[in-house]
């Protein structure tokens, strides 16, 4: 297994505004106060594969989703890796346990692959390591201070960030951002082709940014199977862009191309039955690539109608046919923002519009 020591990530610390996204964990989400109404069932735990546990559980009343799988790649009665964690009030923690049992592997001997450190991935991180779990390995987190979170607010044309609501926007940025990693001794970063051997598992990393900078995916080329973390998914496009040199939407769908040519024939996702066969497959990436056209389009739209424009200004426009910008929660201010911006940043990054940056470090957006 791969030995590279993590690298520290430089912090600051929330102020007591954003206490209500807080978490020993590393929660990136901050979402901890829509979890309130959220019930789940696990509704099967099998194994499709020799060698791997799939649990499916079923949940409402959750904004993001309403299933969520998690597995374990093991060696019976001698080692365990898990793909990501669940969260405790999503999935619990028994889960765990039983899927070890049903390994007869122990916890001091199991280690677990994240893909990325969204909650409902890496929220049960504690319990993990209170039971005596191993290694954490995980991609390269953000490096995010309070500057990055500045030149953010001041790129994106949002004046208010940076003086009237300038700590709720620092608190919130750096929750969904991520700031926190498993301490030193257990933590292991791994970069694209790290290979983790588990049994007759030989699972290669897969640097997939694009749902987060850090994510991963996690392929075995022999037996052809793909764990997408959520990279692949059945949803609404929702990348959001927090780094001025991040080009997420670019880097994500730069990805298809490669992992349609590992010939995967299963993908097993974090949110949606299984995939099967590499047509099938790779159809369900072109399905995911044309949903950002009409996203992408109606950004085009805006910017000819303002003319000239920035993040945030494009943002509350594309938001005004279902509401009033300002009304929104702030926390989800900040994510339609990060969203626009990755458009806005793709199609400049494609020519399709010009993008201006003024003297105080906002970008303008226009027309070619």
């Known amino acids: ?29 901050g979402f901890d106060d829509m979890l309130g109404d959220v019930t789940y069932e696990m509704v099967s735990l099998e194994e499709p594969v020799p060698g ?3 649990a499916v559980f079923d949940v409402k009343n959750f904004y993001f989703a309403d299933r969520i799988d998690r597995y374990l790649l ?3 009665g001698k080692q ?10 999503l999935t619990g923690a028994e889960h765990l346990d039983a899927m070890l049992q049903r390994a007869e592997v122990p916890w001091s001997n199991t280690d677990v692959a994240i893909t990325h450190f969204h909650a409902d991935h890496v ?12 290694t954490v390995y995980h991609g390269t987190l953000p490096q995010v201070n309070e500057e990055f979170c500045r030149d953010y607010a001041r790129v994106i044309g949002w004046p208010d960030a940076l003086d009237t609501c300038w700590e709720e926007f620092r608190d919130t940025l750096l929750y969904i951002m991520q700031v926190q990693q498993p301490s030193a001794p257990h933590a292991t970063i791994l970069h694209d082709g790290d290979t983790i051997s588990v049994g007759d598992w030989a699972i290669s990393t897969i ?4 749902h987060a900078p850090e994510h991963l995916c996690f392929g075995d080329a022999r037996k052809k199977i793909l764990f997408s973390g959520d990279h692949v998914v059945d949803a609404a496009p929702s990348l959001v862009q927090f780094g001025r040199n991040d080009h997420l939407l670019d880097h994500f769908l730069n990805t298809f191309p490669r992992l349609k040519a590992m010939d995967f024939e299963t993908v097993f996702m974090s949110h949606h039955e299984p995939l099967y066969g590499a047509d099938h497959i790779d159809a369900f990436y072109e399905y995911m690539i044309g949903k950002f056209k009409k996203p992408l389009a109606k950004r085009i739209e805006i ?8 993040a945030k200004e494009v943002a509350a426009s594309a938001q005004r046919s279902h509401g009033a910008f300002d009304e929104l929660e702030f926390g989800m201010r900040v994510r339609r923002i990060a969203m626009t911006f990755s458009y806005l940043e793709y199609l400049a990054d494609k020519g399709q519009i010009n993008r ?13």
């Open 303 to 310: 910017i000819n109608q303002l003319e000239t424009a920035t």
């Open 123 to 134: 929220g049960n991180l504690p319990y993990f390591l209170s039971q005596g779990g191993r």
């Open 52 to 54: 791997l546990l799939h």
């Open 207 to 210: 640097e997939t940014p694009g």
């Open 74 to 76: 093991f060696e019976r």
């Open 1 to 29: 297994m791969p030995q590279r020591p993590a690298q520290p990530i430089p912090t600051i610390q929330p102020t007591t505004k954003a206490d209500t996204f807080s978490s020993s964990t590393a929660d990136k989400s």
């Open 356 to 368: 201006e940056e003024d003297a105080q470090s906002v970008f303008h957006y226009s027309l070619i």
């Open 80 to 89: 365990g890796l898990f793909i990501d964690l669940g969260h405790p009030q």
